[in-house]
């Protein structure tokens, strides 16, 4: 099966911020490094947290609707604030994206994360580091957002893009039409841009709803 460039760049970034544990063996009595990579049981934590964002922002998109709405309320449920949940299904949006652009880097998030693996490798349940992450990750979203989240605001317009210019969003979208799509692999030949940067540059597009993605990774202008 061929791997495409954009996963052996989100590979290539997960194996180089995954914590290193270090295990008692004969290897290391003799003097030896006896090292094992957490990449994998990384991955399989961020996963976990994506898809326990994901069904969070379900629910709110489900509440959301006012006519969901009426019939909870009508089935004995508590007064919903449809404008509330609209809201907080946006943020959720908004902090899977941040998520994802902050996961395997120098950033806090990396490193709470790598804690996380540390943890269900010496015998933690994953689902109770998952459980206390995503607690986290609500109770202080800054650790996702750092200066892009306002405690009066929320989440500000800027969010996540500190490193992303305004610029490179340009050369991708003057690359793109309406009537044809461009595979992933060919946005990233045309513009020169990292691999990583161009992913993270297309999910923020998406959201904006600049850009749509077709099966197989192909992008075009909304």
């Given amino acids: 099966r061929r791997i495409s460039t954009e996963a052996l760049a989100e590979l290539a970034d997960l194996i180089r911020s995954a914590p290193r544990y270090e295990e008692p063996s004969l290897l290391s009595a003799m003097g030896f490094d006896s090292f094992e990579n957490l990449a994998l049981i990384k991955a399989d934590l961020q996963a976990a947290i994506k898809a326990q964002f994901n069904k969070s922002k379900r629910l709110f998109d489900t509440v959301s ?24 299904a946006a943020s959720i949006e908004r902090v899977m994206l941040c998520f994802d652009l902050h996961k395997n880097g120098d950033t806090e998030l990396s490193k709470l994360l790598n804690e996380g693996a540390i943890a269900i490798r010496e015998g933690t349940k994953k689902s109770k ?75 923020m597009l998406e959201l904006e709803g600049a850009v749509r993605q077709l099966p197989g990774m192909n992008y075009l202008l909304a």
Avoid: H, M, W
Avoid at 66 to 85: C, E, F, H, P, Y
């Fill in 129 to 203: 580091v998952v459980k206390d992450l995503e607690r986290t990750l609500v109770e202080f979203p800054q650790i996702i957002l750092g200066n892009a989240y306002d405690v009066k605001q929320g989440v500000s317009d800027t969010l996540c893009e500190p490193n992303l210019s305004v610029d490179s969003k340009k050369v991708i979208l003057d690359r793109l039409c309406s009537n044809e799509a461009k595979s992933f692999d060919l946005i990233c030949s045309d513009t020169g841009i990292p691999p990583g940067e161009v992913s993270s540059l297309l999910l």
């Fill in 65 to 88: 609707k006012q006519a969901n709405s009426d019939t909870l309320q009508g089935a004995g449920a508590a007064i919903i604030d449809t404008v509330k949940s609209q809201e907080n």
